[in-house]
């Protein structure tokens, strides 16, 4: 006598039976890039398949999203003009703020909003630089700043992804001094400095001009590091923490999920769509059957949320 494992593997029948991870709908989000200008779809070259919309062309997509049962749309703004502080970010006309707005008055969806300033400074830093560094606590003022304004456009959750210390602290004080005590936070707690963002970095226009993000962004060789990052941001308040990017991360995600019981969100970021969609243009892989796989992996790794540019593909596909 021995065991077999195979008769639970017989037939589709008794597979879905014992399986144990399902992708739904329900766990998805996607992210829309919002530029300035009108009549404005344009396809990211780096993202198949994904645009940047002018806020007067949100209509198709934001029904497309609906119509899919998606619950969330994850906001990043290009701007018109950049500065070294980053005022395009917290201009209550800017392209998030309208976007925001006009989201919430389409739609029943649930709108959260990059909060970052490399998109709109002219260096291209997630912060003002003092001399050759960031100055973490002045950074820490705009932050506050850009998420109040967000907030007033009518986000329903705001997402800081500057990896500043005690952004979510100083956030969740400017929201709750204006009246803005249910918006909530997704912190991007556990962000590396990875390679993996580049087609993001082209889509947003946001590379740094001079040297790296390695000074904010963790070093990837560190996971303790990454549960006290997520531990602080709890402490400060995050309502959902976010491990990115997620695929190299699944033992970040993995160990989160031990460790915590907030909600985790994991961002399937841009380099690891556009590796999917690359291989399965050369005719290596079968695309749609590896972005399954893939984004199973996250959830079997312990995330509840994926943040992903396949989001759409994925609920036409499970729907
Ligand atoms: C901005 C930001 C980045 C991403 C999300 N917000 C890029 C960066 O930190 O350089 C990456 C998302 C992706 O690659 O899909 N701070
Ligand atoms: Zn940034």
Redesign the pocket.
């Known amino acids: 006598m021995f065991n077999r494992t195979r008769r639970t593997r017989k037939d589709e029948n008794i597979r879905s039976l014992v399986r144990e991870t399902r992708l739904s709908v329900d766990d998805l989000i996607y992210?829309i890039f919002v530029v300035e200008g009108v009549g404005i779809k344009e396809e990211i070259t780096s993202l198949e398949d994904n645009y940047r919309y002018s806020v007067d062309m949100l209509d198709e997509i934001i029904k497309e999203v609906e119509d899919l049962n998606i619950r969330g749309v994850l906001i990043?703004g290009v701007p018109e003009y950049k500065d070294e502080c980053a005022t395009s970010a917290f201009d209550e006309n800017g392209v998030v703020q309208r976007a925001v707005k006009k989201i919430k008055e389409i739609s029943n969806l649930y709108v959260i909003t990059?909060v970052?300033m490399?998109?709109y400074t002219s260096h291209g830093h997630?912060g003002i630089i003092e001399g050759n560094d960031i100055d973490n606590d002045k950074t820490l003022e705009y932050l506050a700043k850009i998420a109040l304004s967000h907030a007033k456009a009518g986000a329903d959750m705001v997402a800081p992804?500057?990896m500043m210390d005690g952004r979510v602290k100083f956030i969740r004080r400017m929201l709750d001094e204006n009246g803005y005590k249910n918006v909530a936070i997704m912190s991007?707690s556990a962000?590396y400095a990875s390679s993996?963002?580049g087609?993001?970095?082209e889509a947003?226009d946001?590379k740094p001009q001079f040297g790296d993000?390695k000074s904010y962004?963790m070093d990837y060789c560190n996971i303790r590091e990454a549960m006290r990052e997520i531990e602080y941001d709890i402490e400060e308040g995050a309502d959902i923490i976010m491990v990115?990017p997620a695929l190299s991360y699944l033992d970040v995600i993995r160990q989160a999920r031990d460790k915590f019981n907030h909600p985790i969100a994991a961002?399937n970021?841009?380099?690891e769509y556009a590796m999917v969609k690359a291989a399965e243009k050369m005719g290596y892989v079968d695309g749609e059957k590896i972005m399954m796989e893939i984004l199973t992996s996250i959830k079997r790794a312990g995330a509840d949320i994926i943040i992903t540019?396949h989001a759409l593909d994925v609920a036409r596909k499970i729907k």
């Open positions: 992210p990043f990059d970052c490399c998109q997630c992804s500057d991007y962000k993996f963002y087609p993001f970095r947003a946001s993000r962004q990115k961002y970021v841009s380099g540019y």
